[in-house]
């Protein structure tokens, strides 16, 4: 299994100001993941965070809102850029090793003012 | 495309069983997954079946597919009220065994 941890843990945030969350795996992982879950709501994948190349973006993110890094294969950011009231939500982190399960971060609860 | 459902909350007493139900529209789907978050926590892994499989019993645990029907259950046997939390229904393809696609959650509590 991998443990996964996250920071900030939960956030409260100015509308137009951006916040980046980081991702921290225990262990060396294949895939990263970052996914949003909106109150109420399931959990959507934003991304697939590819260590030294850009991540791959699925229908309905794009970049310039969510830009990702993963500089190795321990560790990945998701930065939240001009936020909006509409941005609140829990942003959770997964991992995977291989064909294993996904493993899932804590969460990072973001509220947007 | 791609849909999981799933009722929103359930109630059971303690030491019941509890069944959670789950539909999905992606014939393709090879895993089916279900995973609880507790408050405040991550998704934890409980269980996943694979589609060719019709039953798959874990502890108190129980999965049941009808794949015909596009149908996926969770079974809760004797639950406590550390049972108490979100669970989610998931589905991938083994094509692309990384995506998975999550239900909207079932809320399930337990009443003394």
């Known amino acids: 299994s991998a443990v996964i941890s996250q920071k900030p843990s939960r956030d409260i945030c100015q509308r137009g100001t951006s916040l980046t969350i980081q991702c921290q795996v225990d262990?060396?992982?294949?895939?990263m993941f970052w996914y949003r879950q909106q109150p109420g709501q399931s959990l959507t994948l934003i991304a697939t965070?590819?260590?030294?190349?850009?991540?791959?973006?699925e229908s309905g993110f794009v970049i310039d809102k969510f830009p990702i890094s993963r500089p190795n294969l321990t560790f990945s950011t998701l930065t939240v850029s001009n936020m909006s009231p509409e941005d609140s939500s829990i942003y959770l982190c997964?991992?995977?090793?291989?064909?294993?399960?996904?493993?899932f971060g804590p969460g990072t609860r973001l509220t947007v003012l | 495309g791609e849909d999981v459902e799933q009722s929103l909350f359930l109630s059971v007493r303690e030491g019941d069983s509890s069944v959670i139900n789950c539909t999905y529209t992606d014939s393709s789907s090879t895993y089916l997954y279900w995973y609880k978050q507790e408050p405040g926590a991550g998704l934890q892994l409980l269980t996943y079946?694979?589609?060719?499989?019709d039953m798959k019993q874990d502890q108190r645990l129980t999965v049941l597919l009808n794949k015909k029907d596009k149908h996926l259950s969770l079974r809760i046997a004797d639950t406590q009220t550390g049972d108490s939390a979100i669970y989610f229904c998931a589905e991938s393809r083994y094509s692309s065994a990384s995506k998975i696609i999550f239900g909207s959650g079932t809320r399930l509590s337990i009443r003394p």
């Open positions: 079946i694979f589609s060719n499989m």
């Open positions: 262990s060396q992982v294949t895939m």
């Open positions: 997964s991992a995977q090793r291989g064909n294993d399960e996904q493993f």
């Open positions: 965070a590819n260590q030294g190349s850009e991540a791959t973006y």
